[in-house]
């Protein structure tokens, strides 16, 4: 509607096999103002997706598989075009490169770096707007 | 009906960029070759607008497709960019995720899964376009 201004704040999903990761990454993101949603498999994630707009996703790139995440992270880079999509692997090579290319995604990390690291990471990529209980605009 | 989606080809063998203007015409594109980073950045710069921009990364000199892929990047509407290299390393791949391009092959390219690939890319953006 025109003129209407909906102010909400910003969402997360960080989909990863391990609970341990995902309340890391949950604590991380909820301190920098993010309302965060975890998924431990594809089925969550999917329901995930189906019920809230994300404008960050953090995905391993292993989940019950290795390099099952990469197609998680390409349908959420499709799903949600303007979602920043980062991808947590256990490599940086140039397939690891190539994959995230070609999935939409926007970086990766090393799946040993510490969840608060990441966050600081990718808000230092997402600039200014994306600092601490900023509200999403539109 | 939709126009036929066009297609800048860029690379310096000149063998492999004719073929590949084959390949994407015949996927009905309308393509043209540029076989220099510097014609190809002219054409770009001189109000050409095409729907892909598809670079190699080694011509006059080492990862110069890069600065294709960026110039094509800057344009707006901004054009799919992909970059097609025999060359790929962790440097330029990663110099390549920064700009944040649509697609990464690597030569040998797989001519289906690229072309399969493009033609995806594509109709995501005129779908988007057209939901603008």
Not at chain 2, 24 to 53: C, K, P
Not at chain 2, 74 to 99: H, M, Q, W, Y
Not at chain 2, 116 to 123: E, I
């Amino acid at each position: 509607m025109a003129g209407t201004n909906i102010s909400q704040p910003k969402m997360a999903l960080v989909v990863h096999a391990d609970m341990g990761v995902l309340s890391g990454f949950q604590g991380a993101l909820t301190q920098n103002g993010f309302v965060t949603i975890v998924a431990r498999d594809v089925p969550t994630t999917l329901l995930a997706m189906t019920q809230h707009y994300f404008d960050l996703a953090i995905v391993s790139s292993h989940l019950a598989e290795p390099g099952d995440g990469w197609p998680i992270a390409g349908v959420l880079h499709l799903a949600f075009p303007k979602c920043f999509v980062a991808v947590l692997a256990p490599e940086t090579s140039v397939l690891t490169l190539q994959a995230a290319i070609n999935n939409g995604v926007r970086e990766i990390y090393h799946q040993s770096t510490p969840a608060a690291e990441v966050v600081a990471a990718i808000l230092a990529e997402l600039g200014p707007s994306a600092g601490k209980h900023s509200k999403k605009l539109q | 009906m939709p126009s036929k989606p066009s297609i800048l080809i860029v690379d310096d063998e000149v063998n492999v960029a004719r073929t590949l203007k084959m390949v994407f015409e015949h996927e009905g594109y309308e393509a043209t070759t540029a076989f220099s980073s510097a014609e190809a950045i002219e054409l770009l710069s001189n109000s050409h607008r095409f729907d892909v921009v598809m670079t190699d990364l080694n011509m006059e000199k080492e990862d110069i497709g890069l600065e294709v892929a960026r110039k094509a990047m800057d344009l707006v509407p901004r054009p799919v960019v992909v970059i097609c290299t025999g060359f790929a390393s962790t440097l330029n791949a990663r110099a390549a995720l920064k700009i944040n391009i649509d697609y990464l092959a690597t030569k040998p390219a797989d001519l289906k899964e690229l072309t399969n690939a493009l033609n995806r890319l594509v109709m995501l953006r005129r779908a988007s376009k057209e939901g603008a």
